[in-house]
């Protein structure tokens, strides 16, 4: 057999299993739940199912909710993660590796899927990351993470499904943050970010740029580049997250309060980003933008969350656990209820 014959075939076998992984990949790990089709229905609002409050253990933790509010996710009192229906509050639990426990678990933003960091339970500091779909209660290896170190902690997941790439934040406890990216084929790399140190992370949905924040001067930057994102006239700014349409929302911090919004493309000069005045100033963590590109700010006195571009304001009871695309999740007592938007 001559060396061109070959090369061709080691070169038609290279291609075809690359093909394979990307075949698995779009039509299963980042698939949607349901085939499109061409059939137009219209729904009808009074048989739409709805949420119901769901009772959860007193001492449950780390309440996170999908996207669309179908399920909602907490650790119990033996700090195993539990997955919860919604619809009708039906409960599973979600089994770890022998000698290893579930540190960490995000919902993808778009889908009813979750993101899972599997930690060995002997602190060797050995991680596992895992792709869950709920729907089939199938959880699936993605890759190894080979960092090292009994105290590497799982802070921050971003993903977005349309570039196939994932961003995972991890501290080390020596004050350092480390961020790796990890793309559709599984290979993983560290990101060089300019400050030791990065509190908020937001990725931009339609490119491969991540956005973080220094947590200790409050400058703000994005992968690719050495400069700082600046606004005139801003001495601190804190990155409050992204929107579907790649807008970065920046907020001016004075006094650990907020008072005013920024918020454009990371492409365009900040000179032509749009802003927004807040009536009364609030602490970060009362600050949320949508996927939509809602501003949403909340009142914890007043037990409400007004739209800041409109106005209208929606009240719930007890405390504000997270938004959903369409309404506000919050905890009375033992008790997850649902809030549409008003």
Known sequence: MSWTKRISIWIVVSLSLQCLG???????????DSKAVSKKVVENA???????????????TKILVSYDAKYLSYYNEDNKLVIANGRDGKTRGIESNDGYEISFAEWLPDRN???????KSDDSGNLVLYSYDVLKAEKVKIKELEWGGTDTIVEDIQTSTLTGVTYVKVSNGNNKTNIFRIDR???????NTIPNLVGNIALVRHKDKLVYEGSVYNKVY??????????????KLTLIGADDDDNIYLAELKDDLISKVYYGKTSEDTSTWKSIELQTPCAKENLFVSANGKIYQNDTVQGSIKDVNSGTQTSYKGK?????????V????????FVPFK
């Open 22 to 32: 990307l075949f698995y990949i779009d039509h299963y790990f980042l698939s949607t």
């Open 46 to 60: 009074s048989t739409k199912p709805k949420n119901i409050d769901i009772t959860i253990p007193t001492n449950a």
């Open 113 to 119: 899927r979750m993101l899972l960091v599997e930690k």
């Open 185 to 191: 084929m599984g290979e993983m790399t560290k990101i």
């Open 222 to 235: 994005a992968t690719g580049s050495s400069e700082s994102i600046s606004v005139s006239g801003v001495d």
């Open 320 to 328: 504000l656990v997270q938004l959903y695309t369409k309404g506000v």
């Open 330 to 337: 919050s905890l009375v007592d033992n008790k997850v209820s």
